[in-house]
Every structure is written in structure tokens, then in C-alpha cells.
């Protein structure tokens, strides 16, 4: 017997591809939901792991940053404790150095010299007088640069001459002068002297 395909052969072909050609659409696309969930899921516990790392850091920051605080309270006391330790030493070098002043002054005035007003406004020393002439002006001056180390930086501020009536009929001309300098501390001799250098053909310490 011979049988005969009525059915048109390449319409049911057609529709076989067809349908392999959906199937294969629709498993890419549930393949493509599945390492699109996994990728997502992956990137959410990295994420969730970066978070949790970043609380750690920041908690940690923090903390040093607290300990930071602290150590600058700290240095902020050890500060105030040492310029207060340095107020003290300097009151307690500083106790003698109007005797210093006077006996220096005393020492360093050449004849012919009379101070007639005295100043101190902190080291600054401001001295008011009057001499028998400028060349007693220039050779106190030159007195109180170089012979004594307790002063410092003299200066001449103002000199003018003047009339001085001793008595009525003995009037004789004077210079009077203004001048300051600085005074020195007891602290800054102690540092000058430990920084100079030995004086030349002195013998090394410990030399016989």
C-alpha cells in the first residue's frame, strides 16, 4: 500500500523551528534572570562586607580621633604647666636684679654722671640725667656696652643742653640726656655663658 504525506511538509518545519527557536529564547532568558540574581546577590554581599568594614573604620576613627583630642589636652596642659614652671624660675632668678641694676650702675657712671629719674617696665630700663659734658654721655655709654654683661643694646635717646643753677649766682652748663638699654636675666647670662666658646690657650678640661 502507498501511502501519500498530504500535510505540507515545510509548514511543519517551519513551526518545529519555531517553536525550538521560543524554547531556546525562553531558557537564555531564565539563564540570563539566574546570573543576573547571582551577580546581584554577589554584588549585595560585597557591598554588605565594604559596609560592615567601613563601620569598623569609622569606629576606629573615632576612637583616634578621642585619643587625639586627649593628647592635645594634654599638650595644651604641659604647655601652660611649663611656661607657668618658667614664670616661677624667672621670678625666683629674677629676685636680685635690682641690686644687679643699682650696683652696676653705681660701677659703670663715670664721674661728672647724676641720674636723676630711673624706669624699669619689664627688662627695659628707661634713665633720665644730666652730665658735665658729652664726652661723659659718650664714655657712660661706652661703660654700659662693653664693661658689664648685665646690660644690653644702650641706647641714646635724647641729649640737649641745658642751663644748671647751682646757686643763684653759679649757673653752669649741663647736657641732659634720656637713654635706656635692657636688662639682662639672670637665666639669659647662664645661657651666654654656657654657649661661649673657651677662651684661646685655656686648658682642655681634665688637662694637666
Same mark, same amino acid.
Given at each position: 500500500?502507498?501511502?501519500i ?9 517551519r ?8 524554547? /531556546? ?18 554584588l ?12 569598623? &573604620? ?6 583616634? !580621633?578621642k ?7 594634654? !599638650? ?11 614664670? *616661677? !624660675? ?6 636680685n ?8 650702675? *653705681?660701677?659703670?657712671l663715670p664721674?661728672?654722671?647724676?641720674? /636723676?629719674? &630711673? ?11 644730666m ?16 664693661? /658689664? ?8 635717646t ?15 652748663? *649741663?647736657?641732659?640726656?634720656?637713654l ?13 655663658a ?15
Amino acid at each position: 500500500m502507498i501511502l501519500i504525506n498530504l500535510l505540507p511538509h515545510r509548514e511543519a518545519a517551519r513551526r518545529r523551528r519555531k517553536q525550538l527557536f521560543q524554547t /531556546t529564547m525562553a531558557l537564555s532568558f531564565m539563564a540570563g534572570l539566574v546570573i543576573a540574581g547571582l551577580i546581584y546577590s554577589l554584588l549585595q554581599n560585597l557591598i554588605a562586607a565594604q559596609q560592615e568594614k567601613n563601620g569598623v &573604620l569609622k569606629a576606629e576613627i573615632q576612637v583616634l !580621633e578621642k585619643q587625639i583630642r586627649e593628647i592635645a589636652g594634654l !599638650e595644651g596642659e604641659i604647655t601652660a604647666l611649663r611656661a607657668r614652671q618658667k614664670a *616661677v !624660675e624667672d621670678l625666683q632668678s629674677d629676685r636680685n636684679l635690682p641690686v644687679h641694676l643699682l650696683h652696676e650702675l *653705681v660701677a659703670q657712671l663715670p664721674d661728672g654722671v647724676y641720674v /636723676t629719674s &630711673l624706669k624699669q617696665e619689664d627688662q627695659m630700663i628707661s634713665m633720665q640725667g644730666m652730665a658735665q659734658s658729652n664726652e661723659r654721655v659718650s664714655e657712660m655709654l661706652r661703660n654700659l656696652a662693653e664693661n /658689664t654683661p648685665w646690660f644690653s643694646k644702650p641706647e641714646l635717646t635724647e641729649i640737649v643742653a641745658t642751663t644748671l643753677a647751682l646757686t643763684p649766682r653759679d649757673q653752669r652748663r *649741663v647736657a641732659s640726656f634720656n637713654l635706656r638699654f635692657r636688662l639682662m636675666r639672670t637665666s639669659e647670662l647662664q645661657q651666654a655663658a654656657a654657649g661661649a666658646p673657651a677662651p684661646a690657650g685655656a686648658p682642655a678640661a681634665g688637662g694637666r
